[in-house]
């Protein structure tokens, strides 16, 4: 049967050519990091700029930060605010989008707050927050704007994954006599994980920002306050190389949230997750 | 084939529709839709009855409305005697579109009803393994429906339906996103299920071929509004499962496909709305 032949080419990759199969699927990925780090050496190098510090200068200092302490303690620090902000946005935002998608009236209600606060610059809540958790301990307010800049995206995508559940697979349900419970847990809620975990993982990355946004305009804490003292010290290498481990952390939380979406919706056809991660 | 009848004829009065109306109300621009006008049809128990017409006729909102799953506006409905007035464990649907979930297995699929009655999951799935057999998917019963041809993924709505053991069978042109070969196959397989289990089938089909080869009758219908203008016996003997080679060849079989075409063909080119329309046109110019 044809059947075994389809599920085999399923997930396997057509046969490539030259140095791009090298590494398998990491081949062109990492080629691209390799040349971007030497257009990144040689420009530098070339254009001699004070605040333009060439790839390795800015490796240099990273070893140096990590070396020193500084960073071990504060990217801990971080990571823990950016765990609780995200997981407070994650069960938030998506108990809101199923209540906003499940319910019309709730929808209504709050529909207007939600796009405001997904398109508002999050970070003018930060001396709000300062104001009322006060200066002496910043984590709630940096927590705050974590959350600020992720549950709104989180909210959107489960609303739209509640909404856009196959209306025949509802039918099905119904006509084999399901409860609304049963309609929920069984259908409404495994139909719409694919577009939660999009939600999850815009919404990790965003609350990578926020975390250093808000870090930054408190400037006491974290990775933020790193950057901020290395910014008015002059010190570009500092910044670039901590901007770098960022850049790093931020594709590592939103590794963690792919691999375990990839691991809930399996049942997703190859093609239509590509089309996701495009 | 005179014994299965006389049996049909004995056999009592299972579905009623009582004078029944469907209008679908206005949307925007559109006028309302009178989907269903005064439709009254008894259905016997074990038979199987196929409904034609062209689209828009109504047919499937007359099976959606039998399933539970759909309103109407006056009239009636009884299974047994009783007003339908939601879906109820004496029906089963097969969907066109297969309607499978597709992050569960096959077996889970096929199980799904068991599930939510809350049949113990050993139960429920040594039940589910015999109809995965029934249908002739023994071994795919770990795949997940995505990893299935459409034929295929249509046998595991069927077997759930069947999981559940309904009196009566809804099925909603469910072989009308099949392949011509896929289909002669499903309809087969489907005739000779029917005639192990004899339960009540209402299959709703575009295909004269299909309403003839499946059906005891053959429920013709018209659009605008959707009506039943003839229910036509198929006087084509039982069983059919290993004779459908046969009967295709037959001048019965020709002749009953070719009146249904004749009646079908002009019930699209000549509705009486347009008729009405062009006289009207005429009137028009002719003042």
Known sequence: MSVAAATRSRGVHPPGLGPFTLGGRLGPGFLGLVIGAVLWEMLARVWDQPFFPPFSAVLMRLFELVGSGLIIGNLINSLFNLFIGFTLSAVLGVTIGVLMGAYTKVEMALDVYVYAMLTAPSLVFAPVFFAIFGANDPRPSVIGVIVLYTIFIVIVNTVAGIRNVNRPLIEMGRSYLASDRQLFFKIILPAATPLIFAGLRLGMGRAVKGMINGEMFIAIVGLGAVVTSAGKRFDAEGVLAVLLLIIVVALICVKIVQIIDVRLTSWLPATSKKRRRA | ?287
């Open chain 2, 1 to 287: 084939m005179s014994e299965v009848r006389a049996l049909n004829d004995q056999a009592k009065t299972l579905i009623e529709f009582d004078r029944l109306c469907k209008i679908f109300p206005a949307r925007g621009d559109d006028e309302p839709v009178e989907a269903l006008k005064d439709v009254s049809f008894d259905i016997k128990d074990g038979e199987f009855i196929t409904v034609l017409g062209p689209s828009g006729c109504g047919k499937t909102t007359l099976l959606r409305i039998l399933a539970g799953l759909e309103q109407f506006d006056s009239g009636d409905v009884r299974v047994d005697g009783q007003s339908v007035t939601g879906p109820g464990p004496d029906r089963a649907m097969v969907f066109q579109s297969f309607a499978l979930m597709p992050w569960a297995k096959i077996i889970d699929n096929v199980a799904f009803g068991l599930e939510l009655r809350g049949v113990p999951k050993a139960e429920r799935e040594d039940r589910a393994m015999r109809l995965i057999e029934l249908v002739g998917l023994k071994g795919f019963e770990r795949r997940l429906p995505g990893a299935l041809s459409g034929g295929m993924q249509q046998r595991v709505g069927l077997a759930r339906a069947l999981a559940v053991d309904p009196r009566i069978l809804l099925m909603d042109e469910p072989f009308g996103a099949l392949d011509e070969q896929t289909r002669r196959l499903l309809q087969e397989e489907l005739l000779a299920i029917w005639e192990a289990s004899r339960k009540t089938v209402i299959f709703i089909t575009h295909s004269m071929e299909e309403a003839v080869l499946l059906g005891d009758r053959i429920v013709l219908m018209s659009p605008r509004p959707g009506r039943i203008v003839d229910v036509v016996d198929v006087p084509l003997a039982r069983p059919r499962s290993t004779t459908i080679d046969t009967i295709e060849g037959s001048p019965e079989f020709a002749a009953i496909t070719a009146d249904l075409w004749h009646r079908l063909r002009e019930m699209q080119l000549f509705r009486p709305s347009t008729a009405e329309a062009v006289e009207a046109d005429a009137a028009r110019v002719a003042s």
